[in-house]
């Protein structure tokens, strides 16, 4: 199916992941590992394509959410380490050992059933130990309360056979809102360290920094850092983009087509549950795109689309496959124009905000019916 055909599809500028993965090694001392996030299929972007081209860059990991994500990578061909971030059953470990998968640990219950079944399949599993300083979420507690309790646990299961011990790390909460509580979470990981050092307890590669704390705070750097959203060019707080930052380029354009044009009459309700009535005679186009390929539905008669050379706004409720948009300003708009729903002219930072939530949220939402189509540059409007 070519481009002209498509009634709705992303465009993802491969040129531009090279841009930022340029920015953000630049960014780095000497010998710091650069770890990309590929979960959730890349942050919607396409994992197997995005992987291919970062692996071509040089990037020196990647990571994923899931054994699933791993295999699909291996199996595409990408042979640069993969670091599966959740949760994996020790039932697995002949698929790790196999596809040469690193897995993250967060508890010693698990660390020894994995250790078991790394035994019984006759290999070796790669691990990163993960610990909670401060997230709430996975990870061994390590705050001044458990550090003596967590650093005895990773040195039972330092010892644990059939694991390689490449890796330690944890995760920042609020590293683009508060040094403060950034920096307690960083030292409690350095006291951490500190402590098992003491014990001969070492890690070849110790990382704690996603997108925020590497625009934010290069003391965190350490190892390896992984930044997330920054390499499909957009900044955790979208507040900061082109104030202080390195100068991302998104990646992703979405885009749909008109598929009708017509005059209607004021007084005319608009869509589902007739939200919107029309307050005067309006030109409305219909577009191919609706909550079932992604676009939320709570941006209904607020969201602002780029069409004709000009911004249409979107009228009535959001439908699973469509939606309507006031074009009475734009009178050449006709069926098979092009529409851009996020892209250079309508930040996807708009969107999220309408819908009350992150640019993370509605790139990964962008449905796989809507097709990835990959160019090496985009046309963007000129400043």
Not at 69 to 93: D, H, K, N, Q
Not at 120 to 139: C, F, N, P, Q, Y
Not at 170 to 187: P, V
Request: charged share 25%.
């Amino acid at each position: 199916m070519d481009k002209d055909s498509r009634r709705t599809w992303a465009e993802i500028d491969l040129r531009a992941l090279e841009h930022n993965y340029s920015t953000l090694r630049a960014m780095l001392p000497e010998g710091c590992r650069l770890l990309a996030p590929v979960k959730a299929d890349a942050y919607g972007h396409g994992a197997v394509s995005v992987a291919r081209r970062l692996e071509e860059l040089g990037v020196d990991y990647l990571a994923v959410a899931c054994l699933e994500e791993g295999i699909e990578l291996r199996r595409a061909g990408v042979e640069v380490p993969i670091l599966i971030l959740g949760y994996t059953e020790p039932v697995w470990a002949r698929e790790l050992i196999d596809h040469r998968l690193t897995q993250g640990v967060f508890e010693e219950e698990t660390a020894r059933a994995l250790s078991q079944a790394a035994m019984g399949a006759g290999g070796t599993i790669t691990v990163h130990m993960k610990v909670d300083t401060g997230m709430s979420r996975l990870g061994l507690l390590c705050d001044e309360r458990d550090l003596d309790g967590t650093a005895e646990s990773i040195q039972r299961m330092y010892a644990l056979p059939g694991l390689n011990w490449e890796g330690i790390f944890t995760h920042f909460s609020h590293a683009d809102g508060s040094e403060e509580y950034t920096m307690l979470q960083f030292t409690r990981f350095l006291d951490l360290l500190g402590r098992l050092e003491e014990q001969g307890v070492t890690f070849k590669i110790r990382h704690c920094a996603a997108s925020a704390a590497v625009l934010n705070y290069p003391c965190t750097y350490l190892d390896m850092v992984r930044p997330g959203i920054a390499f499909y060019g957009h900044y955790p707080d979208p507040s900061c983009e082109g104030l202080d930052g390195p100068g991302l380029e998104p990646l992703m354009t979405l885009k749909t087509r008109v598929v009708s044009v017509k005059t209607l009459h004021a007084g005319t309700a608009v869509s589902y549950g007739r939200t919107h009535t029309l307050e005067k005679e309006t030109r409305l186009a219909v577009l191919a795109i609706g909550y079932g390929d992604g676009l939320p539905r709570a941006c209904s008669d607020k969201l602002r689309v780029w069409v004709g050379g000009g911004y249409a706004t979107v009228v009535g409720r959001i439908c699973m496959d469509l939606c309507m948009a006031d074009v009475t300003a734009l009178p050449h708009v006709k069926p098979g124009d092009v529409v851009e729903i996020y892209g250079p002219h309508v930040p996807v930072e708009e969107a999220a905000a309408l819908a009350g939530t992150i640019q993370y949220e509605l790139l990964c939402n962008v449905n796989k019916r809507v097709p990835r189509l990959y160019t090496q540059t985009l046309d963007r409007p000129q400043s």
